[in-house]
């Protein structure tokens, strides 16, 4: 698939919105989706700089202020945006692999968080599409991410989000997380 249709803009909601997703947020990123933002920049011809951290798992550097790097505070658009993330790409829905049931499962964040998502809640065709977009990314986002930078990312807090589905995770997911016969995290968390 062509990096410039991984996602479409069907709202100009984000554009318009007061909430800076983009502050704190750290995106988990393979290796290989790195990759893909460094060809993008340099045709870019962005400066050559390392634009990652690494922790627990690999995120693109925040500014001073906590903003990812990606992130144009004037324009409020991201950079990067037809390489951005898995995650940054699924927003405003995210999930979490629950162990006890080896299912994947996908929640949206609450309105008051994301007016995006309220929009979409509203617009069940949307949703549905959106969801479609969301699983893709992040089934990859689970196959390619290590089993350390995968058990840090969840268990990470999502508040204020809400159940919307759950899928059967694949074998090699549950695999690299291990089969402990327990929840990495309980309720409606995720990236």
């Keep these: 698939m062509a990096e410039e249709t991984r996602q479409n803009d069907?709202?100009?909601?984000?554009?318009?919105?007061?909430?800076?997703?983009?502050q704190s947020a750290r995106p988990p990123i393979t290796n290989e989706r790195k990759k893909?933002?460094?060809?993008?920049?340099?045709?870019?011809?962005?400066?050559a700089e390392d634009f990652?951290?690494?922790?627990?798992?690999?995120?693109?550097?925040?500014?001073?202020?906590?903003?990812c790097i990606f992130y144009d505070k004037k324009t409020r658009r991201c950079k990067i945006h037809p390489v951005k993330p898995e995650t940054c790409v699924a927003g405003p829905i995210t999930f979490d692999?629950?162990?006890?049931?080896?299912?994947?499962e996908w929640y949206l964040k609450?309105?008051?968080?994301?007016?995006?998502?309220?929009?979409?809640?509203?617009?069940?065709?949307?949703?549905?599409?959106?969801l479609e977009t969301a699983k893709r990314e992040i089934h990859r986002l689970l196959r390619e991410?290590?089993?350390?930078?995968?058990?840090?990312?969840?268990?990470?807090?999502?508040?204020?989000?809400?159940?919307?589905?759950?899928?059967?995770a694949e074998k090699e997911v549950l695999r690299k997380l291990g089969s402990t016969g327990c929840q990495l995290k309980g309720g409606p968390e995720g990236i």
Excluded: W
């Design 10 to 22: 069907f709202f100009n909601v984000c554009g318009n919105c007061k909430i800076s997703c983009c």
């Design 36 to 47: 893909i933002i460094e060809r993008f920049l340099m045709r870019q011809n962005f400066p």
């Design 52 to 67: 990652f951290k690494h922790e627990a798992y690999m995120f693109p550097r925040e500014d001073t202020e906590g903003y």
């Design 97 to 104: 692999v629950n162990l006890k049931t080896g299912k994947v």
């Design 110 to 130: 609450m309105e008051n968080i994301c007016p995006l998502a309220g929009a979409m809640f509203r617009n069940k065709e949307t949703l549905q599409k959106h």
């Design 145 to 168: 991410l290590d089993a350390e930078a995968l058990k840090a990312i969840l268990k990470i807090e999502e508040p204020d989000t809400f159940k919307i589905g759950e899928e059967p």
